[in-house]
């Protein structure tokens, strides 16, 4: 059974920086999609970041140029670097995977809080 376990988040001051990290127990290398999602209090759950097989990354509108997501096989990781983070920045952050096969399998982490004061 695979799982994603995310961590690197916490409270932080508007303007400050955070990584969060996502390791996949197995198989990371046959997953095509991989991705950031975050979800705040009352809202839908949102695209941040995503990465897929035959495209680079790519971001939400509203943190374009402020994250990168990255991914590391080796480490079995995914990476979601933060900077110049917002109040509007808060939510809850999940790492998501999907692997395609003969049946699509979607993959998701338990959700670590990324909270940004003024």
């Known amino acids: 059974q695979v799982q994603l376990v995310e961590s690197g988040g916490g409270l932080v001051q508007a303007g400050g920086s955070l990584r969060l990290s996502c390791v996949v127990s197995?198989?990371?290398?046959?997953?095509?999609?991989m991705g950031w999602y975050r979800q705040a209090p009352g809202k839908e759950r949102e695209l941040v970041a995503i990465?897929?097989?035959?495209?680079?990354?790519r971001y939400a509108d509203s943190v374009r140029a402020r994250f990168t997501i990255s991914r590391d096989n080796t480490k079995k990781t995914m990476y979601l670097q933060m900077t110049s983070l917002r109040p509007e920045d808060t939510a809850a952050y999940y790492c998501?995977?999907?692997?395609?096969?003969?049946?699509?399998?979607?993959?998701w982490g338990q959700g670590t809080q990324v909270t940004v004061s003024t």
């Open positions: 998501y995977a999907q692997h395609y096969g003969e049946r699509t399998i979607h993959y």
């Open positions: 197995e198989g990371i290398d046959s997953m095509n999609i």
């Open positions: 990465f897929t097989d035959d495209r680079g990354p």
